[in-house]
């Protein structure tokens, strides 16, 4: 920056002894270490519990990207009513709860309530306490099978985007259109000038045919 006319001289900041403001991540590996040790020690502090929630299969929003599917926050009260969970009972056996979404669509209703049923028919609900056995908890015969657990509810009932054929791009052959696609462009234009010109043709025919009623008297 160039300095013009008789101005004061710039006191330019030049020695605030930045080295000691510097930080650095030399402890990177170590967090990374850190973190993965805690991660197993909570999934085996919990276990045989995944250490995950259940999440609904939802929509992206906008336009652009409302064909790919995500995660969600929790499931809603309708579509535990329709799986026949109760509302109460569903974050005490891993399923997230969002009372404030709603189904806007059927077909969103249908995934959730099946992927809703495909988990709890997988569910072995432990008891709490030995010797007290509820009406909802697993036989022991069933405890006793169920040797291999799950880690984490993700990788057991994964959020997939398949896109299928339907919902797919392709390229349509001038063979496979109907007639009439041969000036698609000039017949859009034609109806758009037809749509702009109604008024002012039924004003002119109006007034053609009352030239033609006045010269006949």
């Not at 001289?9 to 040790?37: A, L, M, S, T």
């Not at 291999?148 to 349509?172: H, M, Q, W």
């Amino acid at each position: 920056m160039t300095i013009k006319h008789n101005q004061q001289i710039q006191h330019n900041h030049f020695r605030k002894d930045w080295q000691r403001r510097v930080r650095v991540h030399f402890d990177q590996p170590g967090r990374k270490q850190r973190r993965r040790q805690a991660r197993l020690s909570k999934a085996a502090a919990i276990a045989p519990r995944p250490v995950d929630k259940l999440r609904p299969i939802v929509r992206c929003p906008t336009i652009k990207y409302n064909r790919r599917v995500r995660a969600g926050r929790g499931f809603t009260l309708a579509e535990l009513k329709e799986a026949g969970i109760p509302r109460k009972l569903a974050p005490t056996i891993g399923i997230s709860v969002d009372s404030r979404r709603q189904n806007l669509s059927t077909q969103s209703l249908v995934v959730n309530v099946k992927r809703l049923k495909e988990f709890h028919s997988r569910v072995i609900l432990f008891p709490r306490r030995a010797g007290q056995h509820k009406n909802s908890d697993a036989t022991a015969e069933e405890i006793k099978a169920a040797k291999e657990t799950i880690r984490s509810t993700g990788l057991a009932l994964p959020i997939k985007n398949v896109i299928t054929k339907e919902d797919a791009f392709s390229e349509v052959k001038i063979s496979e259109m109907g007639a009439g696609h041969e000036g698609a462009y000039r017949q859009l234009r034609v109806a758009r000038s037809d749509a702009r010109l109604v008024g002012v043709r039924e004003k002119r025919a109006k007034a053609k045919s009352d030239e033609a009623t006045a010269a006949k008297k």
